[in-house]
């Protein structure tokens, strides 16, 4: 069972946004270099990154930030991005660059084959990240929401070999009201590739929810404000979860 810390970049800063409203954004940290090496400090084995204005300009747009992170903790942590990553080429781009996965979200509703080419030349890389709202997907940036389903969006890439699905319930995003372990268990049943929570982990009470044998199928859970905010203490979250596997 992973737990992601999570860097969301804005401007070249590291911030959290609420339900995905850029203009509510709190700034944590300037430096995201530094903050993702004190996530690796702290024990963390993976990193979440967005490329938050790469999501709404469709490419990347905070570029400089990811490097830097990637320098940061070379050798020390695995790291997966998602924000504005359209292409092939942008998958190969950052692949090469340092990245252990991309995260391919709008592109997987607009270009499901551009996923499942993607999946095919690299295996165990490509995530496909499943952004909802009331149960139906939003892409670009989360500024549109669209008529299809979460589950059958995630259905579509159940031969594809993507390594895993970021569900995010948009509604808990940034708002600590915790995790809709309904809907993410529900589609966690409904596919057979792993899925990793994202969206409202609040409290140490969510980390012992994950932990429980129901959750066990998930791959992991993504937190962001919580761990910015001391809501979650990484030590202790760490060992529960590693005694929980």
């Known amino acids: 069972m992973i737990l992601f810390p999570a860097i969301d970049l804005k401007d070249g800063q590291c911030v959290r946004l609420v339900k995905g ?8 940290n300037a430096d995201p270099a530094a903050q993702a090496a004190s996530f690796a400090e702290a024990g963390f084995p993976w990193l979440h990154v967005v490329d938050l204005n790469g999501a709404f300009a469709g490419k990347a747009v905070n570029g400089a930030a990811v490097d830097a992170i990637l320098s940061a903790v070379a050798g ?13 080429e942008d998958v190969e ?3 090469g660059a340092g990245l252990s996965r ?8 607009r270009d499901p084959a551009l996923v499942r080419a993607a999946a095919k030349a690299h295996p165990g890389q490509v995530v496909v990240g499943i952004d909802a709202r009331g149960g139906k997907v939003a ?3 989360w500024a549109e929401t669209s ?16 390594a895993a699905i970021v569900y995010t319930d948009i509604d808990r995003d940034g708002v600590l009201t915790g995790i809709n372990w309904d809907a993410t268990i529900a589609l966690a049943d409904a596919v057979s590739i792993p899925v990793i929570a994202s969206g409202g982990l609040a409290s140490m009470e969510d980390i012992e929810r994950l932990a429980q044998p129901d959750a066990a ?20 979250a760490l060992a529960r979860l590693a005694q929980a596997a």
């Open 147 to 162: 008529t299809l389903d979460a589950v059958d969006l995630a259905r579509r890439f159940e031969d594809a070999g993507v």
């Open 102 to 109: 991309v995260i391919l979200g709008t592109i997987a509703v």
């Open 217 to 236: 199928k998930l791959e992991g859970a993504i937190s962001g404000r919580a761990l910015y905010d001391g809501r979650i203490d990484p030590a202790a």
């Open 76 to 88: 020390r942590m695995k790291v997966q991005l998602g924000g504005g990553i359209r292409t092939l």
């Open 93 to 95: 781009r950052w692949l």
């Open 21 to 28: 409203e850029m203009d509510q954004a709190t700034v944590y």
């Open 139 to 141: 892409v670009e940036g």
